[in-house]
C-alpha cells in the first residue's frame, strides 16, 4: 500500500502532541535552578525540550499514514507472535537456563549483582502476574507482602538465630497468611474499587513497620542481617562461631566475588523453582479458575466455580512468592527499613506485569530484566529515569497494548 500525506485530522493531532509535549517538558528539561550562596537562579535551555517537541509532532504527524501503508505497524509486528514463539519454547527456555546458570562467571561482579536485583523483581513479577495476569485483580498493594517477607526473616533471625534455610518457608508462609487476610475484605469488590482497598493495605504495612520502634527499629530499620550460607559454609573472611568459611573449606584462596555468585545463583534457583510451580498450578483446575474468573466472573459463578475460593488462593498463592523475594531481598541486603517498601515498589512491579504481558510468563521476566537493567546502563540519565519510564509505558500502551510477549490464549477456529 502507497504511503498516502498526512491529513488534516494528522495535523490536528500532531499539533495537540507537540502541546502537551511543550507543557511538560518546558519545566523539566528547560529550567534549570542554580543556587548561589542563599539566593537561588532560574536559567533557562530551551534546546532540548525544542527537539522533543519536533520528534513527538514528526513521529505523531506520520503515525498515521505509516500505519496504513504497513498494514498495522500500531501492532508492532516486528516482535514474534506467541503462536510462532510455542514451537521453540523449549530449545529456547534450556538455552536461557544455561545463559543463567554460567552468565556470574563470565562477567563482572557488578554486573553480577545487578543480574540479582533483576531476578529478585523477576520473583515479585511473577507472583503479582498470578494475582493480575491470571486471576484479574488489580493489586496496588503487593509490595506489603514483600515487606512481610522481608521483615520475618529479619526479625526471625534476629530474636531467635534462625538460619536463612528455616525462615525461607516461614516467610512465605508469613506473607500468605497476609495474602489471605487481604483477601476477605475485597472479596465483593473489584475494578477501581479493589486497587484503592489494595493501595491502602500496602501503606497499612508500611506504616505499621515506620511506627512500631519497639519491635522493628521504626525508621531506623533492621541491620547486620547475616547472609544464606552453603550447608553450614559462610561466604565471609572469618566464619562466626559454629561455622566454617567457604574457602577454608575448599582450601581456596578468599574472593569476596564468590558471595556474589552465590547470592546470584540462589537468586537464579528461587527464580527457576518459582516458574516451575507457576506452570504447575495454571496448569491445574486451579489455574483454569483463575482465567475463568478474569474473563468473566458471572459465567465462572454459573459453572459452579466459586469466586471466593478462587480469589483467596490467588491472593495467597502471589503473597507467597512476594515473601520468598523479601526474605531473599533482606538476606542479600543485610540491612532493611520501611522506605525500601514504598508504593513506587509496587508500581514498578504492576509496569513490569503490564509490559511484559499480562498472564505471559516470559513476557514478565523479559520487562523485568529491561526495567532493571536499562536503567544501569543509562546512570548519565539518571535524573530522568521516571521521565523515560512514563514515556516507555505510555507508547507501549499506544502501540503494544497487549505486552512484549502476551499470552497464548487457547482459541477454537471454525470453518
Not at 537562579?41 to 532540548?48: F, I, K, P, T, V
Not at 500500531?74 to 523449549?90: D, H, N
Not at 566475588?257 to 483446575?285: C, D, E, S, W
Not at 521516571?386 to 507508547?395: Q, R, S, T
Request: with cysteine.
Amino acid at each position: 500500500m502507497a504511503l498516502r500525506l498526512p491529513n488534516a485530522a494528522d495535523l490536528r493531532a500532531a499539533l495537540i502532541a507537540a502541546g502537551l509535549t511543550t507543557v511538560l517538558t518546558i519545566p523539566i528539561l528547560g529550567i534549570d535552578i542554580t543556587v548561589v550562596g542563599i539566593n537561588a537562579r532560574l536559567s533557562s535551555d530551551l534546546g532540548a525540550p525544542l527537539i522533543a517537541v519536533a520528534a513527538v509532532f514528526v513521529a505523531r504527524l506520520l503515525h498515521a499514514p505509516l500505519a496504513a501503508a504497513l498494514g498495522g505497524f500500531g501492532a508492532l509486528r516486528l516482535l514474534p507472535s506467541a503462536e510462532r514463539m510455542a514451537g521453540y519454547r523449549r530449545p529456547v527456555l534450556l538455552v536461557l537456563i544455561a545463559i543463567l546458570l554460567l552468565w556470574p562467571f563470565a562477567t563482572s561482579r557488578g554486573a553480577v549483582d545487578i543480574a540479582t536485583l533483576a531476578l529478585i523483581y523477576v520473583m515479585l513479577g511473577l507472583g503479582l502476574n498470578i494475582v493480575v495476569g491470571f486471576a484479574g485483580l488489580l493489586d496496588l498493594g503487593y509490595v506489603a507482602f514483600y515487606a512481610v517477607g522481608a521483615y520475618s526473616y529479619a526479625l526471625l533471625t534476629d530474636y531467635f538465630g534462625l538460619s536463612f534455610w528455616t525462615c525461607l518457608p516461614i516467610a512465605g508462609l508469613l506473607a500468605a497468611a497476609f495474602g489471605c487476610a487481604l483477601g476477605f475484605p475485597v472479596l465483593r469488590l473489584r475494578g477501581d474499587y479493589l486497587a484503592i482497598v489494595t493501595l491502602g493495605f500496602g501503606e497499612i504495612i508500611r506504616l505499621l513497620l515506620n511506627n512500631l520502634d519497639s519491635l522493628t527499629g521504626g525508621p531506623d530499620g533492621i541491620g547486620n542481617i547475616p547472609k544464606p550460607t552453603l550447608f553450614g559454609l559462610e561466604f565471609n573472611r572469618r566464619a562466626s562461631e559454629g561455622y566454617t568459611p567457604f574457602h577454608e573449606f575448599f582450601g581456596i584462596p578468599y574472593d569476596g566475588g564468590q558471595k556474589v555468585i552465590f547470592l546470584y545463583l540462589l537468586a537464579a534457583l528461587l527464580v527457576l523453582v518459582t516458574l516451575y510451580a507457576i506452570n504447575r498450578l495454571i496448569r491445574m483446575p486451579m489455574g483454569r479458575a483463575w482465567e475463568a474468573l478474569r474473563e468473566d466472573e458471572i459465567a465462572a459463578r454459573s459453572l459452579g466455580l466459586n469466586p471466593t475460593s478462587i480469589k483467596l488462593s490467588a491472593f495467597t498463592l502471589g503473597a507467597t512468592f512476594a515473601g520468598f523475594a523479601g526474605c531473599f531481598f533482606a538476606a542479600r541486603q543485610g540491612f532493611i527499613n520501611p522506605e525500601s517498601f514504598t508504593f513506587i515498589e509496587s508500581a514498578i512491579v504492576l509496569a513490569i506485569v503490564v509490559l511484559g504481558g499480562m498472564g505471559s510468563q516470559m513476557g514478565v521476566i523479559l520487562a523485568a530484566v529491561a526495567l532493571t537493567v536499562l536503567p544501569e546502563l543509562a546512570r548519565q540519565f539518571e535524573e530522568y529515569r521516571m521521565l523515560i519510564f512514563g514515556l516507555v509505558m505510555v507508547l507501549m500502551m499506544i502501540w503494544r497494548p497487549q505486552g512484549l510477549l502476551p499470552a497464548r490464549r487457547v482459541r477454537v477456529e471454525l470453518p
